[in-house]
């Protein structure tokens, strides 16, 4: 079946980096646009970046554009995500998705599986 995991989490001074991966199974991940999101403490989730199958095409969230990096390595089946500057806003949890398409890239349920995600806390 597939599977979606993370990793890459924890705890950073603001101002640092962080790379999360996630390493997908049980699908031909190649032909898949994959999405990372997140969710804070009492927020709702929320759209961070996507990224079509073949890496062509790149969404982000205007919170994170210009900090963040999303890529994809399809022969290793994973999609990154590259935090920089990072701040205390941006602690949540990170989860990754797979896109099944039709909604739209901001749109989460245009995703249809998700990994398990990785707390990723940014300390003033």
């Known amino acids: 079946q597939v599977q979606l995991v993370e990793s890459g989490g924890g705890l950073v001074q603001a101002g640092g980096s962080l790379r999360l991966s996630c390493a997908a199974s049980g699908h031909t991940f190649s032909v898949y646009a994959m999405g990372w999101f997140r969710q804070a403490p009492g927020k709702e989730r929320e759209f961070v970046a996507h990224?079509?199958?073949?890496?062509?095409?790149?969404y982000y969230a205007d919170s994170v554009k210009g900090r963040f990096t999303i890529s994809r390595d399809n022969a290793k089946n994973t999609v990154y995500l590259q935090m920089n500057s990072l701040t205390p806003e941006d602690t949540a949890v990170y989860y990754c998705?797979?896109?099944?398409?039709?909604?739209?890239?901001?749109?989460?349920?245009?995703?249809?599986?998700w990994g398990q995600g990785t707390q990723v806390t940014v300390s003033s």
């Open positions: 998705a797979r896109a099944r398409g039709g909604l739209g890239p901001r749109n989460e349920d245009g995703y249809d599986y």
């Open positions: 990224i079509s199958s073949r890496g062509a095409t790149i």
